[in-house]
Structure formats: structure tokens, C-alpha cells
């Protein structure tokens, strides 16, 4: 049975619902822990999942979703355009498609607004185009426009973009994306990205939910935050159950990631915060050093983030701090 979660209309009147499985595993691939991490969270009654062609496993959603027996319009499934293919993008969005083969892609985002080289050897990887190059995210994204009039698409988004990169965008849009999804918690809530993008009819999409960082020298832990344990003691629910109903509360999409069945359960299991709850958690970055990325700390080292430093991203950050302006 599907969990009793609220569903939100984009701008195009489809409907997402507010809490997905993330399938980035850490590393490209892990096939069996996506396959069985996807079935599971059908099980506790996931219909949201997200991934990507540089995750590695678009086969092994696809194949959980098929092997599951749940109707393929009950589920929601989103992938994504790799950098080296900004393009191509027809070509990569027929490979995902029939990587995934579930028929059609409910949602299909740019990963990032940077083209990689389509020679590099990594997804990811720093050799990429300037901002200015051909292609740009604009003539990439008009590639995306192409593919809604197929059928095999019912909605196209972006992925990581910011106001200054929005502003440049839109103008040139004739479908406004359907989402930005980008990565936001308290420590990093995004409030200006969320209000412009509000006004634009384009709903975010959380990434990082829950903070948890990628990588090993990371200091902070929304997990071991007094303010978070606190208000989640008094609620007497999950620490990661007040993270999520903050985000949906918002009115933003999460995609949080668990292959542990319990968590699963917690993470798809809201709760209505008061506004006097809500308050706590939204005023969480105002604490010392907790403005932050939590994802980005280590490739973004230096100010740099798969190639495009921080300004080119219209990230007002420095060493992974937001910048008061």
C-alpha cells in the first residue's frame, strides 16, 4: 500500500509526491543494493524514485519497479541528463529510457548546468565547457524542450541551479521547469532560491535531505545536532521524521536515501510540526558555521564544484560556507 504522503502540483498539473527514494549509492553502480533497496522501500510504500544516468544503476530501478507488481502509473520515476551528454541530449534520454524500460520517465532534469567534454572520462568529472561555451545549459535545455513532444516524458526539470543561472534561463524557456532540485536541509534551507523559485511556479526538490555529507572530513552532523535531538525528544519521533516533515512542511520535495527497512518506514512516516517547531528548525542555519553545504564540501574544495567555481554555479559561498551579503 502506498504511504499516505501529500502529492504536489507542478506547473505543467502533474502531481509528484513529496517524499521519494534517492538512488545514489555513494558510488556509481552497486546494482543488488539499489535492486533490493528500491523493492524494499515499494514494500513500505514508496512510489517517488530518483536517479540518474551517472548513477549506474537506472537498469536496476527500472528492474525493481517492473519486479515489484505495482502499476507502472502508481509510481513515479525521475532520471537524469549526465554532463558530457548536454549534446546529445536526445540520444542519452533514449538510453535512460531504455536502461530504465518502464515505458516512460515521469520527470528528466539537467544533473547540472555544467556540459562536460563528451570525451571525459567521468560523469562528473571537472573537464567541462565554460559557462559561455557551446553547448550551454540554455541550448541544452532547449534539447530537453524537444523531447516533452514525444510522449515519453510528462515533465523536464533542472537540477543544481541558482537564482543567477535561473535568471539566464527562463528567458529563453518555452516550457518554465518543472523542478529545481538542489541540495537542502536546515543547515542550508535555500530561502532566496525558494522564494524566487516560488514565484516562478517551480517547485524544489531536496537532495541531502537529512545533511548526511559525502564525504569523510565532514564536521557537521544534523544527526548529532543538540537543537534537532531536542525538538525531536519532546516530539518523541525520529530525529530524520522532523527533517523531512520541515522540508514537505515547506512545501519542497525530499528524496532521502536508507537501504535500513526501518528507517525507510520513519522517513515516509510525516508529522505536523508546529509553528513554533517549524521555527526552531528554520532558525537552525542562524547558529554559528551551520550556514553550509553539507554535500559539496569536498569536491567543491578550493571553490570549485565539477569544474565551475562557486560564482559560475551562483553559489554565494566560500569554502562551503553561504556568505552573508
Not at 2 to 28: D, Q, R
Not at 61 to 73: E, H, L, Q
Not at 74 to 92: D, F, M, Q, S
Request: glycine share 8%; proline share 6%.
Amino acid at each position: 500500500m502506498a504511504a499516505e504522503i501529500p502529492s504536489f502540483t507542478l506547473n505543467n498539473g502533474t502531481k509528484m509526491p513529496s517524499v521519494g527514494m534517492g538512488c545514489w549509492m555513494g558510488i556509481p553502480g552497486e546494482n543488488e543494493r539499489v535492486y533490493h533497496m528500491c523493492l524494499n522501500a515499494i514494500k513500505a510504500g514508496y512510489r517517488h524514485f530518483d536517479t540518474a544516468a551517472g548513477y549506474g544503476n537506472e537498469k536496476q530501478v527500472g528492474k525493481a519497479i517492473r519486479d515489484s507488481g505495482i502499476p507502472r502509473n502508481e509510481i513515479y520515476l525521475t532520471t537524469k541528463l549526465a554532463n558530457p551528454y548536454h549534446g546529445r541530449v536526445k540520444e542519452a534520454f533514449e538510453e535512460s529510457l531504455k536502461t530504465l524500460d518502464c515505458g516512460y520517465i515521469d520527470m528528466y532534469l539537467m544533473h547540472w548546468p555544467q556540459a562536460g567534454k563528451p570525451d571525459s572520462a567521468e560523469q562528473w568529472g571537472d573537464d567541462v565547457f565554460r559557462p559561455h561555451e557551446s553547448p550551454t545549459f540554455v541550448e541544452t535545455w532547449k534539447d530537453m524542450e524537444k523531447l516533452v513532444d514525444g510522449g515519453k516524458v510528462k515533465s523536464i526539470g533542472v537540477s543544481n541551479f541558482s537564482v543567477k543561472n535561473l535568471e539566464i534561463l527562463l528567458p529563453e524557456c518555452t516550457i518554465v521547469p518543472a523542478t529545481n532540485q538542489i541540495e537542502m536541509h536546515p543547515c542550508l534551507p535555500q530561502e532566496e532560491l525558494k522564494a524566487y523559485c516560488d514565484t516562478k511556479g517551480i517547485i524544489l526538490t531536496a537532495y541531502s535531505p537529512l545533511g548526511q555529507p559525502t564525504g569523510t572530513d565532514q564536521p557537521i552532523s544534523l544527526f548529532n545536532n543538540d537543537t534537532i535531538k531536542t525538538l525531536a525528544s519532546k516530539l518523541n519521533v525520529d530525529l530524520a521524521q522532523v527533517l523531512l516533515s520541515w522540508g514537505v512542511q515547506r512545501k519542497t520535495v525530499v528524496i532521502p536515501k536508507t537501504e535500513n527497512v526501518t528507517r525507510m518506514k520513519n522517513n515516509i512516516t510525516l508529522i505536523h510540526l508546529s509553528d513554533e517547531d517549524m521555527k526552531v528548525v528554520d532558525d537552525l542555519h542562524l547558529q554559528p558555521n551551520m550556514h553550509r553545504t553539507l554535500a559539496h564540501s569536498v569536491r567543491g574544495s578550493g571553490g570549485r564544484v565539477f569544474g565551475w567555481t562557486y560564482e559560475e554555479l551562483g553559489w554565494n559561498m566560500v569554502d562551503g560556507f553561504v556568505v552573508s551579503k
